[in-house]
T-cell receptor, first 114, second 111 residues
Framework: DTGVSQDPRHKITKRGQNVTFRCDPI?????LYWYRQTLGQGPEFLTY????????KSRLLSDRFSAERPKGSFSTLEIQRTEQGDSAMYLC????????????FGEGSRLTVL | DAKTTQPPSMDCAEGRAANLPCNHS???????VYWYRQIHSQGPQYIIH???NNETNEMASLIITEDRKSSTLILPHATLRDTAVYYC????????????FGTGTQLKVEL
């Protein structure tokens, strides 16, 4: 257990529905990252926050995706109008912002779009 | 794009040392080499990192060549629980500590 919590762990939805994932980072960590991982591939960077500011977004983050970290603590990743291609593991990680730069990952939220 | 090249898979006998190679020939002077691993259905786990010198911790050793164009992660006494995908990542000191993963090496430890 790294101390990063993600919810839900599994989500099955129908195409066209909206889904939201939540990440609770390690409490003193000011940086929070979202990644997506599909079968057989390494995690792909989506976006990251420093406190409540979203500082970088990947081109993978289409306009159907939105991430927030309103109080600089937990974060949500929402996918609107889901497509089958959105089926993946969504990973969250946090980092203290100084020192080694080690990222602490959660267990992930697995999304299946039918 | 990932800046590293790793073999897609390796096998190792339990109790023996597992030596996982990584090529990073375009690494620049301020870029660190990080190793993470991912056990099936879990999030990636940090193992070790280094800049120029060899490093050792309770999990592994990292050997970086003098020209820094390649490195080797050594698990001194591999166990079945070390079966995982191992990712070698070159990370800039800037960029918000973002990591760019490749496809890694699937290490299978067998009896």
């Amino acid at each position: 257990d790294t101390g990063v919590s993600q919810d839900p762990r599994h989500k099955i939805t129908k195409r066209g529905q909206n889904v939201t994932f939540r990440c609770d980072p390690i409490s003193e960590h000011n940086r929070l990252y979202w990644y997506r991982q599909t079968l057989g591939q390494g995690p792909e960077f989506l976006t990251y926050f420093q406190n409540e500011a979203q500082l970088e977004k990947s081109r993978l983050l289409s306009d159907r995706f939105s991430a927030e970290r309103p109080k600089g603590s937990f974060s949500t990743l929402e996918i609107q109008r889901t497509e089958q291609g959105d089926s993946a593991m969504y990973l969250c990680a946090s980092n203290g912002g100084v020192g080694t730069g080690e990222l602490f990952f959660g267990e992930g939220s697995r999304l299946t779009v039918l | 794009d990932a800046k590293t090249t790793q073999p897609p898979s390796m096998d190792c006998a339990e109790g023996r040392a597992a030596n996982l190679p990584c090529n990073h020939s375009t690494i620049s002077g301020n870029e660190y080499v990080y190793w993470y691993r991912q056990i099936h259905s879990q999030g990636p786990q940090y193992i070790i990192h280094g800049l120029k010198n060899n490093e050792t911790n309770e999990m592994a050793s990292l050997i970086i060549t003098e020209d820094r164009k390649s490195s080797t992660l050594i698990l001194p006494h591999a166990t079945l629980r070390d079966t995982a995908v191992y990712y070698c990542i070159v990370r800039d000191t800037g960029g918000g500590n973002k990591l760019t993963f490749g496809t890694g090496t699937q290490l299978k430890v067998e009896l």
